[in-house]
């Protein structure tokens, strides 16, 4: 049988807390197979742990490999970053929104430069996820002039448009109403069957106890390390 | 021995400056040159850079222009009809207004007015980490933020100029005309510009329009992405962006001024 390649591997990578305001970590292995969902337990304190970025190739390990769809970050060119990271679709932890585009245009952004669907279909699209999150529609107007907690879920409506093959969810719940929280899990289910990779970086777990999820593999990083849960738990229903 | 060494050093940072603006030049053209770097994101970003760089720059260039044409052509015709050199009107105002003047005011007025825009856009979006996410959505910052941004600052300065010149020379004749110090039959006045014009003058007007609106789009956007994520570096990254772009302008004027004539 062929072996599947996984969506995203991290081999024995190490980053130390530098400059860059991040929090440093040690010797971390996992990888997230198309399908799978992984939540990583980020304990209070330390947040800053980059591993979004270490995972989409913005930033380069000190030491071990980061591989997307079997190939390297480092060793792709820097088109062929731009073209895998267009595999990708992230919920920031910080500020996640050019502001001199609106909306909508922010919405659509990766998918149209990504793509050549349709900029109709694209819109329909966004339009559609913004009604699923609880959203009246997508407000006429750039991110500035948005409440926080709107823009949080605009960035769920962001992270779900297209076929990705990897959503990163930075602690997506941050500033966003915690009774939308069943809709994110919703729709985080559904791409899990549909074959898309989540990486789920959370600081609270509560919201998914009680909650049937199908592969759905757990991380807590503890120390500098990064260490696997029991999970069986979460396999179930 | 200190004196020299720090002239050294200058010497040594600004060879290492030129070369990273040649580095970034070359890789915008070749990217501007591939179909598959024109996404829609990025047509965008062209169309709207082109809309306030250069439509909405018209009305101030007319104004600059037409006040530029009325001292510079009525002038040029005074001081040529003392000298009984009438004949040397045309090949006198095509080489002050459309080799010099024009080619240099239009850039010093983009750089001041689009290329210090330009330059505090990049650092501020660079501050709010707005490239990182960018980049994490598959948008390389070079094709979408420099690269149409030096493309219409290219385009711009070259479609500026031709208005700035057209309005200059209508100006200075009708000024021309009512002072009485010129032709004022508009056929004359055009013949003889127009035989003022060489061959040469086209490739100068080109050199002096594409090359520096290119390298202006370049040195702002990369003084603006220079920026690492302080707001106060903001001011600083745009004031470095105004002295090196005019710099740059000055410096290719010259030496397209002299190959022109060699």
């Given at each position: 049988m062929q072996e599947l390649t996984p969506i995203l591997e991290f081999k024995d990578v190490s980053i130390h807390s530098g400059s860059l305001?991040?929090?440093?970590?040690?010797?971390?292995?996992?990888?997230?197979?198309?399908?799978?969902?992984?939540?990583?337990?980020?304990?209070?304190?330390?947040?800053?742990?980059?591993?979004?970025?270490?995972?989409?190739g913005l930033l380069t390990p000190d030491s071990g490999k980061v591989y997307f769809n079997g190939k390297c970050w480092e060793e792709a060119s820097p088109g062929r970053q731009s073209l895998m990271r267009g595999r990708?679709?992230?919920?920031?932890?910080?500020?996640?929104?050019?502001?001199?585009?609106?909306?909508?245009?922010?919405?659509?952004?990766?998918?149209?430069?990504?793509?050549?669907?349709?900029?109709?279909?694209?819109?329909?699209?966004?339009?559609?996820?913004?009604?699923?999150f609880g959203?009246?529609?997508?407000?006429?107007?750039?991110?500035?002039?948005?409440?926080?907690?709107?823009?949080?879920?605009?960035?769920?409506?962001?992270?779900?448009?297209?076929?990705?093959?990897?959503?990163?969810?930075?602690?997506?719940?941050?500033?966003?109403?915690?009774?939308?929280?069943?809709?994110?899990?919703?729709?985080?289910?559904?791409?899990?069957?549909?074959?898309?990779?989540?990486?789920?970086?959370?600081?609270?777990?509560?919201?998914?106890?009680?909650?049937?999820m199908v592969n759905v593999r757990r991380f807590r990083m503890s120390g500098?390390?990064?260490?696997?849960?029991?999970f069986k738990r979460e396999t179930n229903t | 021995m200190f004196g020299l060494a720090i002239i050294g050093k200058g010497a040594i940072d600004l060879f290492n400056r030129i070369c990273r603006l040649a580095s970034i030049s070359a890789a915008v053209l070749s990217l501007a040159a591939k179909p598959s770097s024109w996404t829609r994101p990025t047509r965008m970003v062209l169309a709207r850079q082109i809309l306030f760089t250069g439509y909405d720059a018209i009305g101030f260039i007319a104004v600059v222009a037409m006040l530029t044409g009325i001292s510079v052509v009525v002038q040029a015709q005074v001081w040529m009809g003392r000298l009984g050199q009438s004949e040397l009107l045309g090949p006198l105002l095509v080489t002050v207004i459309?080799?010099?003047?024009?080619?240099?005011?239009?850039?010093?007025?983009?750089?001041?007015?689009?290329?210090?825009?330009?330059?505090?856009?990049?650092?501020?979006?660079?501050?709010?980490?707005?490239?990182?996410?960018?980049?994490?959505?598959?948008?390389?910052?070079?094709?979408?933020?420099?690269?149409?941004?030096?493309?219409?600052?290219?385009?711009?300065?070259?479609?500026?100029?031709m208005l700035f010149v057209l309005f200059s020379f209508v100006s200075g004749y009708l000024s021309g005309a009512f002072l009485q110090t010129g032709p004022t039959d508009p056929a004359i006045f055009g013949r003889s510009v127009i035989r003022g014009m060489q061959a040469r003058d086209f490739y100068n007007v080109l050199a002096k329009t594409l090359l520096p609106g290119l390298v202006i789009g370049v040195i702002a956007a990369s003084e603006g992405l220079s920026v690492e994520g302080v707001a106060t570096d903001v001011p600083q990254a745009v004031t470095r962006a105004v002295t090196r772009s005019i710099l740059a302008v000055l410096f290719i004027s010259v030496v397209v001024s002299i190959l022109t004539y060699m």
């Open positions: 305001h991040i929090t440093g970590f040690s010797n971390v292995d996992f990888s997230l197979n198309r399908g799978e969902v992984a939540l990583i337990m980020i304990e209070e304190g330390r947040e800053h742990i980059p591993l979004a970025p270490l995972a989409q990708i679709r992230r919920v920031f932890e910080h500020y996640g929104w050019v502001t001199n585009l609106d909306i909508m245009e922010n919405l659509c952004l990766a998918e149209s430069h990504n793509t050549q669907r349709p900029m109709e279909e694209i819109r329909q699209e966004v339009c559609s996820l913004a009604r699923r959203m009246d529609g997508v407000p006429d107007a750039r991110p500035t002039r948005v409440h926080s907690l709107l823009l949080r879920k605009l960035e769920w409506v962001r992270a779900f448009v297209g076929t990705p093959d990897l959503i990163i969810l930075e602690r997506p719940f941050a500033g966003a109403p915690k009774a939308d929280a069943t809709r994110l899990l919703d729709a985080v289910c559904e791409a899990s069957l549909r074959g898309v990779a989540v990486l789920w970086i959370a600081d609270d777990l509560r919201v998914f106890e009680g909650r049937g500098d390390n990064m260490l696997a849960e029991d | 459309v080799r010099e003047v024009g080619p240099l005011l239009v850039s010093f007025i983009v750089i001041g007015r689009s290329a210090t825009a330009m330059a505090a856009e990049m650092a501020g979006m660079k501050v709010r980490r707005e490239v990182e996410v960018l980049d994490a959505q598959g948008l390389d910052p070079l094709i979408f933020l420099v690269m149409p941004r030096a493309i219409s600052m290219a385009l711009c300065i070259f479609g500026l100029v």
